[in-house]
């Protein structure tokens, strides 16, 4: 029963690339959050999506990011023209329902995000 | 909204004894859980321990227990006979129970502890 998948690991954009990060959830699981770590911070929630489905997107930079959820294949987290500052640790989690939540959710290994 | 506040930004434990992360949070929700997450340098965010607000016992997971004071909003960690394997960054984390934002997860700055030999 593999976990919350995400790739790739580590990935270097030089500025105005754009970054796809992926994160497959843990099977049967319909719930997705994305976080991002900055150095030395805590984690900060970005956005979370069931399938098909942004349900909160409180946490996105109003431009340049975007995430989705399809009915098949992962979830994508897509940054268009990055810049140094975002370079982080971006983390995905993701939930089985709703009300599992509360137990604390399995997150991904994350993707080291270096822009150059 | 909610904010959490972690005061240690390190601590550091011979290994056997007994360390205490502090953690305080700042909520006007009556209902709502309380996490430990651990980093280790792997980067692996892994569940050490939860708390419902409503249950006024402490949660305990083995070397692990939490200080809760719901009136204080405070919630710390206790780890008793550390080891070298719980040196990790330590992150406490607060959710609110139901709304919109239900299971989105607020975190302190976090902890790096250092269990030394």
């Known amino acids: 029963n593999a976990g919350v998948m995400q790739n790739p690991r580590h990935l270097v954009r030089r500025r105005g690339q754009e970054a796809r990060l992926r994160c497959s959830p843990m099977k049967g699981h319909s719930h997705v959050y994305w976080y991002r770590q900055l150095p030395e911070e805590g984690l900060k929630f970005m956005v979370y999506l069931q399938k098909e489905n942004i349900i909160d997107e409180s946490g996105m930079p109003k431009e340049r990011f975007s995430a989705e959820f399809p009915k098949e294949g992962p979830s994508i987290l897509r940054i268009q023209q990055v810049v140094r500052g975002d370079s982080a640790a971006y983390f995905c989690?993701?939930?089985?329902?709703?009300?599992?939540?509360?137990?604390?959710?399995?997150f991904g290994s994350g993707t080291r995000l270096t822009v150059v | 909204a909610q904010t959490v506040t972690q005061s240690q930004p390190e601590m550091s434990v011979q290994e056997a004894e007994t360390v205490t992360l502090s953690c305080t949070y700042d909520t006007s929700e009556n209902n709502y859980y309380l996490f430990w997450y651990k980093q280790p340098p792997s980067r692996q965010m892994i569940l050490v321990i939860r708390?419902?607000?409503?249950?006024?016992q402490n949660a305990t997971e083995n070397r692990f227990s939490v200080n809760f004071q719901k009136a204080a909003k405070s919630f710390s960690l206790k780890i008793s006979d550390s080891q070298l394997g719980d040196t990790a960054m330590y992150f406490c984390?607060?959710?609110?129970?139901?709304?919109?934002?239900?299971?989105?997860?607020?975190f302190g700055q976090g902890t790096i502890l250092t269990v030394h030999p």
């Open positions: 708390q419902e607000a409503y249950k006024q």
């Open positions: 989690a993701s939930s089985p329902l709703g009300t599992a939540l509360n137990h604390g959710y399995t």
């Open positions: 984390a607060f959710m609110k129970q139901g709304g919109t934002s239900y299971g989105k997860l607020t």
